[in-house]
Structure formats: C-alpha cells, structure tokens
C-alpha cells in the first residue's frame, strides 16, 4: 500500500469529518431545483454521502483501487441525472456545488497548511472533482443513448426513475466502496 502525503490525509479527515454537514447543505440546495422530487431525500443524501466518502478515499493510500469506485459512482450519478430529467449542463452544476462545499468546509483548515501544501491538496481536489464531473457525464449520456435506443418514444419516457432500484445500485456502489474504507 502506498502512503499519501500527510497534508492530503489531513484534507481527507477534514472532509470526512464536514461529510454530514456538506451532505445536508447539499441536499438542501438540490431540494429547490428541477428534476429532484421524484427521488426521496433520504436517498439523495445517501447518494450525496457516498460520493463524498469516496472523495474520501480517492485522497487516501488507497487511491488507485479507489479510482474505479469514484468512476462507478459518478457514472451512476449521471445515470441518475438522467432519469430526472436533467439537461448535461444541470448535472455539471450540481457536481460543481461539491467543490464550493468542499471550499466552504474545508478550505480554511487547508488555508492553515504551508502554502505549497494547500495548493497541492486544492489542486488533487480539483482534479477528484473534474474527473468525477467527466464521469457523470459519460453515465448521463450512456443513460440516454441507451433510452433512445431501447424506449418507443410513443408510448414510454425515455427515462424513468424508481427509489428502489436506486436504492439497490446505491447498496451495490457502497459495497464496492466497503473494503477500502474499512482499511483506512
């Protein structure tokens, strides 16, 4: 197992520690917008949870085995976009509330850090955030090419969201994730 450096280590128990926080503003925040009704609170703030706690991991020694978990879950965040009816640009934005969350909660512990420092771990967040933005767009456009291909137009929705298969992909993604946060 490789180590991570300790500034990063920091930053990771820092958002761990904001996690309840950062989920419940940004469950808030999605409350008001389009698309989000259709989806019970308590699982868009376990999803919200989930991507957090894999941020989490992508900080971690466990990096690269975490890499594929945040894909995973970012693929099916867009997957989930999509079902709600969002347009490409709304998925973009509501994973852009994770960086200024990210900011908000943890940006004045990293502010502490050696300047070098906290550019590097504002950097690595920025890039975990990036990616996971590209990934959930790769999920939302899978989601609706699959739509258009396998839907009649006519007589269905080109994409349909339940609780509680939601609810069955999110405990498939937080077992995927179980092993290496139980190895933190």
Known sequence: M?????????AAKATLDARDAMVAEWANWLVGRSGSRN????????QYRLIVETLVEMLGPLKREARMVWQHVMEHYGRTAAARGLAAGEVVEELQQLRVLLI????????????RRAVAVFLRLNT????????????YTDALVASL???DRDSQQLTETNADDMARQLD???AE???LAGRR
């Open 177 to 179: 994730l179980g092993p």
């Open 128 to 139: 975990i955030v990036d990616s996971g933005i590209a990934a959930a767009v790769v999920g």
């Open 2 to 10: 490789r180590s991570s450096h300790p500034t990063q280590l920091a």
């Open 39 to 46: 989806i019970p609170r308590p699982t868009v703030e376990r």
């Open 104 to 115: 908000k909660y943890i940006g004045a512990f990293v502010a502490t850090m050696r300047p």
């Open 172 to 174: 498939g993604l937080e």
């Open 149 to 151: 291909l396998l839907t």
